[in-house]
């Protein structure tokens, strides 16, 4: 299953956010679960929130929301949402790196 986390930064935290940003990449490096691709937006627009995205292979979303809630920057409270979802992609050219699971 291909699963997606889509999260928002807390710009409140960016202090906190610079400060765990080694552990988070570690943490994501170290995973035990499938990342096909993770990393933050580009620089928001004025008055708007960073996002971040980690599209990754799992078995079960249950599987996932345990990987996210260890990561560092979910415990510590730098992204204000987190959110958790199955996806099923049908076209594109990175379609072909999934396992045929659908």
């Not at 299953?1 to 400060?19: N, W």
Request: charged share 25%; proline share 7%.
């Amino acid at each position: 299953m291909i699963v997606v986390r889509y999260a928002v930064c807390d710009p409140g935290r960016a202090a906190e956010r610079s400060r765990l940003i080694e552990e988070h990449k570690a943490y994501l490096r170290g995973a035990a679960i499938r990342i096909m691709l993770s990393g933050p937006s580009a620089p928001p627009a004025e008055g708007r929130a960073s996002t971040a995205v980690v599209i990754a292979e799992v078995e079960t979303l249950a599987e996932f929301e345990a990987f996210s809630a260890g990561d560092p920057f979910v415990g510590s409270g730098v992204y204000t949402r987190v959110d958790l979802f199955e996806w099923r992609p049908t076209f594109g050219i990175l379609r072909e790196s999934f396992r045929p699971a659908f």
